[in-house]
């Protein structure tokens, strides 16, 4: 691997763990201000809300300049997001503002990666990059739940800035301020990614006119007969995951009684997890094999249900690990995949959005219909299991769509395999 992909790796995670100790901190604040808990829930859709939204430009943003400059100005944007947060901007709307932060961020983050690598080290880059993603989910939500803890908590707040009043005097709130001090160092690392010499493309003068760029994009990923499986499945591993993160917290608090800190020792757990499913799948996974692996995805979902019958922490935490782990191996070859055929058929930043797009809107629509059923009353354990049997329907669908795909485009599919096969040696 070339210096400057270790150099975006540090940036990475740096920017991932201010992200995943923000959404503890976060909850932690509605909780303290005695927010309902569908206000709880909907911190993800909300943090999905500009991934949607702003699609058919971030991707556009990122071709536009050096990924690394789009990065920095992706964690200034955070950092703002956590100031509006301190300074009395209701949490939702606050949190709303660093996913328009991540939103610009991701084009760039995962679009270098095809500028940088070839295509024989996507699979291996992928599992680098959604490996220390995962450790930075994992220390993230234990840094969170230590930031807003009895123990670092009354450390934090007897802190004083000489000569300075400030309105910090809440645990989330000493958290939220620490946090800006990561994002800030991520931000660093981001001034020091090399150039990888590819061409730019300028923004159109009518921002407008990206919108029927992005929907031709949306379309021609969603008709390549490996694209649309591709991008089906990664979509609906990562609305799982998105929402995962609440839903381990609230199944923590209504079958264990778990505070917050204590809760995000376990969504520590479910990334371990996953980032042994990511090396694992790094490692014995070709960029080829990604459609063969859809089945777990029906697995997953079932698996989610069974967590309603859990009530022993010690029952819990290998369970977390193996849920955790089928979505780590199942995430990097279809990733990897997705990212190739996407950056044959229209460049990495275009197709990274289009893919955040499908992913986010994915993880927007359970989040929301996940937080209206438990603002409608409906018990937290018949919500997750509404969730998990969506989750294993859908995934059975994905894997009919492919199998009939193979049937009926069989020559088509068999062509576009061998493309990454050849690319695969090529690199």
Excluded at 75 to 95: D, E, Q, S
Aim: charge should be positive; aromatic fraction near 10%.
């Amino acid at each position: 691997m070339k210096r400057g992909f270790f150099i975006i790796m540090s940036a990475q995670f740096f920017s991932s763990l201010a992200d995943n100790a923000l959404f503890v901190a976060a909850v932690q604040l509605l909780r303290t201000s005695q927010a309902p808990q569908w206000q709880q829930a909907a911190l993800v859709p909300m943090f999905a809300l500009f991934y949607v939204v702003l699609a058919p430009f971030v991707g556009a943003f990122a071709d536009s300049m050096p990924k690394g400059k789009v990065m920095l100005i992706s964690n200034f944007i955070k950092v703002v997001g956590c100031l509006m947060m301190l300074f009395g901007t209701h949490p939702l709307m606050a949190y709303a503002i660093v996913g328009l932060g991540a939103a610009a961020y991701s084009p760039a983050k995962y679009g270098i990666l095809t500028e940088l690598l070839p295509a024989s080290q996507l699979v291996k880059a992928n599992g680098w990059i959604e490996g220390l993603t995962i450790a930075s989910i994992i220390l993230g939500v234990l840094l969170g739940g230590q930031l807003v803890g009895p123990m670092l908590s009354p450390m934090l707040l007897s802190f004083d800035l000489p000569f300075c009043i400030t309105s910090v005097d809440t645990p989330p709130e000493a958290a939220i301020s620490v946090l800006i001090f990561v994002y800030l160092l991520a931000a660093w690392f981001n001034t020091h990614i090399p150039l990888t010499g590819v061409e730019m493309r300028p923004m159109p003068q009518r921002i407008t006119s990206l919108l029927p760029d992005f929907w031709t994009c949306n379309v021609r990923l969603w008709r390549d007969k490996l694209g649309q499986i591709s991008l089906a499945a990664t979509t609906l591993i990562w609305g799982v995951a998105g929402n995962l993160r609440f839903i381990v917290l609230a199944w923590a608090a209504a079958a264990l009684g778990y505070s917050v800190t204590q809760a995000s020792a376990l969504q520590g757990v479910v990334a371990i997890g996953m980032a042994v499913g990511a090396v694992v799948a790094s490692l014995r996974m070709r960029l080829e094999d990604g459609p063969r692996v859809i089945t777990l995805g029906i697995g997953m979902g079932l698996l989610i249900i069974m967590l309603i019958f859990i009530t022993n922490v010690w029952v819990a935490a290998p369970f977390l690990i193996l849920l955790g782990a089928l979505g780590g191996f199942l995430v990097v070859p279809m990733n990897a995949l997705l990212q190739h055929r996407g950056h044959n058929l229209m460049g990495a930043g275009r197709s990274i959005a289009v893919q955040n797009f499908n992913e986010q809107a994915c993880i927007l629509a359970l989040g929301a219909a996940y937080s209206l059923s438990t603002g409608l009353g409906l018990p937290t354990f018949a919500a997750i299991t509404t969730f998990g049997l969506v989750i294993a329907g859908f995934m059975w669908l994905i894997r009919r769509w492919h199998r009939r795909n193979c049937t009926l485009y069989r020559t088509e599919v068999e062509h576009l395999l061998d493309i990454a096969r050849n690319d695969k040696l090529e690199g």
